[in-house]
């Protein structure tokens, strides 16, 4: 699953189940008709929450951050520091966040993020399946490298290297690292997003 295929639309068959007639596998998605509002994200993150089971991770462009940031500028407070105040000192003035976040969880900016959409991931629900490159060897990593990773699984974590190698008519060595591997949700319908962001 790419963080796109979120339900039948994009993807009509998830883990060779049709999602038509299992609508579980389907997430939420909300077409924003151009705005973006702070009802529709509440609203949103209600139809992907269960009880404690919430969103943990907002993902968007940086223009869909900057959209969201000026909805919350109008409750901005402006906080002073006595000591910066005092003569002699400097005092700055300014606007603007430098972190964003909605009912407790991070919103995340990305250049890389499609235009126009807000999506709410739940992180325990995405997981990382690796997958071996033909004729290369997985990396080594130790178990004291990284914490909680199954490493009896496909070793190296997707990572794989295909040593060293001499080019044609070259006096070098170039060796090339892989990464094989498909993100994936055990939970599609604990994710949502919407679409069509323009304004606000």
Request: aromatic share 8%; net charge neutral; proline share 4%.
């Amino acid at each position: 699953m790419t963080i796109t295929e979120l339900d039948g639309t994009n993807a009509a068959i998830y883990g060779g189940l049709p999602r038509a007639s299992n609508t579980t596998l389907n997430s939420t998605v909300t077409a924003s008709s151009g705005t973006l509002s702070l009802l529709k994200m509440a609203t949103l993150r209600s139809a992907i929450t269960s009880g404690s089971v919430k969103p943990t991770l907002g993902l968007c462009s940086e223009t869909v951050w900057d959209l969201y940031e000026q909805l919350l500028q109008p409750q901005e407070r402006i906080m002073k520091d006595v000591p910066m105040m005092r003569a002699g000192g400097s005092f700055l003035g300014g606007t603007g966040f430098t972190g964003l976040a909605f009912k407790g969880f991070p919103i995340v900016a990305d250049e890389k993020a499609t235009s126009g959409v807000l999506y709410f991931i739940n992180e325990d629900f995405m997981q990382w399946r690796a997958l071996p490159v033909a004729r290369t060897q997985p990396v080594n990593f130790s178990v004291k490298d990284i914490e909680g990773n199954d490493y009896t699984n496909v070793k190296g974590l997707g990572f794989s290297w295909s040593g060293w190698i001499q080019p044609t008519n070259q006096a070098s060595v170039i060796g090339h690292v892989y990464l094989g591997g498909e993100l994936w949700s055990s939970n599609p319908k604990r994710h949502g997003k919407l679409t069509g962001i323009t304004g606000v």
